[in-house]
Every structure is written in C-alpha cells, then in structure tokens.
Nanobody
Framework: QVHLVESGGGLVQAGGSLRLSCAAS????????MGWFRQAPGKEREFVAA????????YYAVAVKGRFTISRDNANNTVYLQMNNLKPEDTAVYYC?????????????????WGQGTQVTVSS
C-alpha cells in the first residue's frame, strides 16, 4: 500500500522546463517501480516515463524521449519528472503511479496505485 501525491505542475511557455514531484508514503519505496502518465482533454491516459523497482533503469515514451527524465530520491521517497523543452502538446494532467512489479513500463494496468494528478499547461 502506498499513497502518492503529485506537485510541481503549472503554466510554462513553450521551450521551458518544469519538474514534477511525486511524494510517496506507505511501504518501503524501493519495492515499487514508478511511472508517470498524462491525460489531455478528450484523450486517453498515456504513458510518459517509468523506472524499474529501485530506479536502476528508465523507460520513455517516444514523444518525450530526450526531453523528459524520470528520477527518484529513495531516501526521501520521491519520484521526479524533469520536463525540458516543453511543447504545447505536452499540456495534460500528469499522474504518477506505483507498481509492485519489477517494472510497470508503459501499461497503466501494471500499476496499482495512482496520485491525484497535477496540471501542466504549455503555452505557445
């Protein structure tokens, strides 16, 4: 069991950067693989980035590869999504999620716990 709370969203101009945070509480943080997903109005929730249990490996959607970076601070039970060179199409509500599997990867069904989401709006 883990409780997730996202923060760090906001309004940013195209080309700018934001860093989202996901604070986790509950069971030992290192036992979870973590993921970031996003959902824009009228669209399905889509995979953004993920790491494996412990944070040793990372995975990215093609749309964000090279621009976004997932990282974690196990000591502080926090996962981050650094978003650089933001584009208007990145506008969405961003959710963090935790998986009890070694790697949740891209599939929402592999994640058991979800945060409430944080809004990211990129203006052109």
């Amino acid at each position: 069991q883990v409780h997730l709370v996202e923060s760090g969203g906001g309004l940013v101009q195209a080309g700018g950067s934001l860093r989202l945070s996901c604070a986790a509480s509950g069971r030992t943080f290192t036992t979870y693989a973590m993921g970031w997903f996003r959902q824009a109005p009228g669209k399905e929730r889509e995979f953004v980035a993920a790491d494996n249990r412990g944070g040793g490996s990372t995975y990215y959607a093609v749309a964000v590869k090279g621009r976004f970076t997932i990282s974690r601070d196990n000591a502080n039970n926090t996962v981050y999504l650094q978003m650089n060179n933001l584009k208007p199409e990145d506008t969405a509500v961003y959710y963090c999620a935790a998986s009890t599997l070694f790697s949740g990867n891209f599939s929402p069904s592999r994640y058991s716990y979800w945060g409430q989401g944080t809004q990211v709006t990129v203006s052109s």
